[in-house]
């Protein structure tokens, strides 16, 4: 299907960019393309101008800061992002995803920021962002405000992204001292849509001091196990011990279910998913017991 006519520009500037999207009534960003432009092309949604930021430098760095957290420019692409020397240094499990989503012509074009703000409940990096605890900055007119990941994805296709606003970076603080991230999906196959997703981060030392669980797929944004998390903390730090942990995951979840997976079936995967990405986490920070 061919697209419909739109208007384009390609500001040099993210101030550019900012005026041209508050200025102009049905104007949007325009970075890898890869979901938009199939939005467009389905007639799913009308834009009037698309404004292409995906050339500015200014959103496109990865950048490591002297205490260990990390900067990632929402303009910067999948593949960029997996072969990233300080992204690998600090957060490997970032890398990693990156370099798993969807073929390589869409991971080099793709990018951090079209990922998240688009608000798939199935997309790869949201639930890690959650479970690191990052912090995404909008920027508008009037300055950038921060706010966390974990109120960043809202819903469906939603985000705290307003009229006249653009994602500009993704902050990552480090891990701290005994933590660890892991990450684990289900899927349809190779290269497809996943059925669930669950990311971790957990701080141990033989004993579950702290812990992260974030599931995706089976609500409207990524969902934080706050049950899980609190069956986890003060626990030995084994495999029995997560699997336990894991038990708790049930009723508490509505997800939905199509043609690939029942509700039932991705209620049952999240707790495979969850105490898989726990378990890696534990091992990547070194706490496990034994």
Same mark, same amino acid.
């Given at each position: 299907?061919?697209?419909?006519?739109?208007?384009?520009?390609?500001?040099?500037?993210?101030?550019?960019?900012?005026?041209?999207?508050?200025?102009?009534?049905?104007?949007?960003?325009?970075?890898?393309?890869?979901?938009?432009?199939?939005?467009?092309?389905?007639?799913?949604?009308?834009?009037?101008?698309?404004?292409?930021?995906?050339?500015?430098?200014?959103?496109?760095?990865?950048?490591?800061?002297?205490?260990?957290?990390?900067?990632?420019?929402?303009?910067?692409?999948?593949?960029?992002?997996?072969?990233?020397?300080?992204?690998?240094?600090?957060?490997?499990?970032?890398?990693?995803?990156?370099?798993?989503?969807?073929?390589?012509?869409?991971?080099?074009?793709?990018?951090?920021?079209?990922?998240?703000?688009?608000?798939?409940?199935?997309?790869?990096?949201?639930?890690?962002?959650?479970?690191?605890?990052?912090?995404?900055?909008?920027?508008?007119?009037?300055?950038?405000?921060?706010?966390?990941?974990?109120?960043?994805?809202?819903?469906?296709?939603?985000?705290?992204?307003?009229?006249?606003?653009?994602?500009?970076?993704?902050?990552?603080?480090?891990?701290?001292?005994?933590?660890?991230?892991?990450?684990? +999906?289900?899927?349809? @196959? *190779?290269?497809?849509?996943?059925?669930?997703? =669950? %990311? #971790?981060?957990?701080? &141990?030392?033989?004993? /579950?001091?702290?812990?992260?669980?974030?599931?995706?797929?089976?609500?409207?944004?990524?969902?934080?196990? +706050?049950?899980?998390? @609190? *069956?986890?903390?003060?626990?030995?730090?084994? =495999? %029995? #011990?997560?699997?336990? &942990?894991?038990?708790? /995951?049930?009723?508490?979840?509505?997800?939905?279910?199509?043609?690939?997976?029942?509700?039932?079936?991705?209620?049952?995967?999240?707790?495979?998913?969850?105490?898989?990405?726990?378990?890696? %986490?534990?091992?990547?920070?070194?706490?496990?017991?034994?």
């Amino acid at each position: 299907m061919l697209l419909e006519s739109v208007a384009y520009a390609r500001p040099e500037t993210v101030d550019q960019a900012l005026e041209m999207l508050s200025s102009t009534d049905g104007a949007a960003p325009l970075a890898g393309g890869q979901s938009l432009i199939n939005v467009l092309k389905h007639r799913v949604a009308s834009i009037e101008l698309l404004v292409d930021i995906s050339r500015l430098e200014e959103l496109r760095t990865v950048q490591d800061r002297p205490d260990g957290t990390l900067e990632i420019g929402a303009c910067v692409t999948y593949d960029e992002l997996e072969h990233s020397e300080p992204a690998r240094a600090a957060h490997a499990v970032l890398a990693d995803v990156a370099g798993h989503i969807e073929d390589q012509q869409i991971r080099n074009r793709g990018t951090v920021g079209g990922n998240c703000c688009l608000s798939d409940p199935t997309n790869n990096l949201p639930p890690i962002l959650v479970a690191l605890g990052a912090t995404m900055n909008i920027q508008s007119a009037g300055g950038v405000r921060e706010v966390p990941a974990e109120e960043f994805f809202e819903g469906y296709f939603t985000t705290a992204v307003g009229e006249g606003e653009l994602l500009r970076s993704i902050t990552v603080p480090p891990l701290p001292a005994g933590g660890g991230a892991g990450y684990s +999906t289900v899927a349809v @196959g *190779a290269d497809s849509k996943a059925l669930v997703r =669950a %990311a #971790a981060m957990v701080r &141990a030392d033989g004993q /579950i001091e702290d812990a992260r669980v974030v599931l995706a797929c089976v609500a409207p944004a990524p969902f934080r196990h +706050t049950g899980m998390e @609190g *069956a986890l903390r003060g626990s030995e730090a084994t =495999a %029995a #011990a997560v699997r336990e &942990a894991s038990l708790v /995951i049930g009723e508490d979840l509505s997800p939905p279910g199509d043609v690939h997976a029942s509700a039932d079936y991705r209620r049952e995967m999240a707790r495979v998913v969850a105490r898989r990405s726990v378990w890696q %986490a534990i091992e990547q920070g070194g706490g496990r017991r034994g």
